[in-house]
Nanobody, 129 residues
């Protein structure tokens, strides 16, 4: 059974840092494109970053480039999102997701939520003083 479990969210002051984790079970994560998405109240789900299963590259939304870093630990079957210099506008529920099968995301634009078929339950990140 495919399962993704996020952790690491919380309340942080502007300028602070958090590291989110997404532990996968039931499949081998490094065969699949894996992404981080977020959704703020009243807004659509937004792609934050993802690791491509096509070229192994890591891609970021312009809004987080230079502040967020995504990584993967193949031994732990876990992906991470290191978030630095956090801003109030980063407040959202953060989700990790994988493509339904290896390569199934290739026909979609980068960071398109439709490309990802398996989702975690989300973890809340609140940036506030």
């Amino acid at each position: 059974q495919v399962q993704l479990v996020e952790s690491g969210g919380g309340l942080v002051q502007p300028g602070g840092s958090l590291r989110l984790s997404c532990a996968a079970s039931g499949f081998t994560l490094n065969y699949y494109a894996t992404g981080w998405f977020r959704q703020a109240p009243g807004k659509e789900r937004e792609g934050v970053s993802y690791i491509s299963s096509h070229d192994g590259g890591i891609y970021y939304a312009d809004s987080v480039k230079g502040r967020f870093t995504m990584s993967r630990d193949n031994v732990k079957n876990t992906v991470y999102l290191q978030m630095n210099s956090l801003k109030a506008e980063d407040t959202a529920v953060y989700y990790c997701a994988t493509e339904t099968s290896p390569g199934s995301s290739w026909r979609y634009p980068r960071l398109a939520a439709a490309a990802f078929g398996s989702w975690g339950q989300g973890t809340q990140v609140t940036v506030s003083s």
